[in-house]
């Protein structure tokens, strides 16, 4: 089945700067990996995705990259604000059957005022 | 707010103890998950349901039951948990194999 790992489990940074969250993937059929924000006391949220028919999106503040070839991908906030601050998970799937996501063990960023 | 309730939000319950968690979205959708989070772990998937019907089943141990009765709504009976059973379980709903939604959670604690 598929392994994802993600690094780090927890990224400091001060406010305006830009913070990174990497995650690997074992399964090559995987084609679909979301990021979702989990703040306390509420379920994640899906923050933004992506597909392996693209390289990069961007949202706003957020970009996520995907290398299919080395099998990983990345998170990326720039101009980080406190309310940034919350624990971050990366996932794949391979969009078959049941959807399975598999998710990493997660990143908490805080951001500094 | 996702469009995925859960309640109650807190459980504590004893090992010998039954209680239901329950789920229910507005969004539509026909697929459905029950996900459990413990420290440090990764999210990890207990139950599919789609259209009704379970879909998955990632060898959960029998002392936790899922029910669902349509697509808005799922359950997850409880009873003769561990103190390592204690967790955050989500609830989490899909449009087919698209994005999924989560609820909040019931953090549960077995005494």
């Known amino acids: 089945g598929e392994n994802v790992e993600q690094h780090p489990s927890t990224l400091s940074v001060q406010e305006g700067d830009s913070a990174v969250i990497k995650c690997t993937y074992s399964d090559s059929a995987s084609n679909y990996f979301p990021w979702y924000k989990q703040e306390l006391g509420k379920g994640p949220q899906l923050i933004i995705d992506?597909?392996?028919?693209?390289g990069e999106k961007k949202d706003q503040r957020i970009a996520v990259t995907l290398n299919k070839t080395a099998k990983h991908f990345s998170l990326h906030i720039t101009e980080t604000q406190p309310e940034d601050s919350a624990v971050y998970f990366c996932a794949a799937s391979n969009n078959a059957g049941a959807n399975n996501l598999f998710f990493g063990t997660g990143t908490r960023l805080t951001v500094i005022p | 707010e996702t469009g995925v309730t859960q309640t109650p939000r807190h459980l504590v319950m004893g090992m010998t103890n039954k209680k239901s968690l329950k789920c229910e979205q507005h969004l539509g959708h026909n697929a459905m998950y029950w996900y459990k989070q413990s420290a440090k772990k990764p999210l990890e998937l207990m139950f599919v349901?789609?259209?009704?019907?379970?879909?998955e089943n990632n060898s959960v141990p029998s002392r936790f039951s899922p029910e669902c009765p349509n697509s808005s709504h799922l359950f997850l009976h409880l009873h003769t948990l561990q103190p390592e059973d204690s967790a955050l379980y989500l609830c989490?709903?899909?449009?087919?194999?698209?994005?999924?939604?989560f609820g909040p959670g019931t953090r549960l604690t077995v005494l």
């Open positions: 989490a709903s899909s449009l087919s194999t698209d994005t999924q939604y």
């Open positions: 349901y789609n259209f009704k019907e379970q879909t």
């Open positions: 992506i597909r392996s028919n693209v």
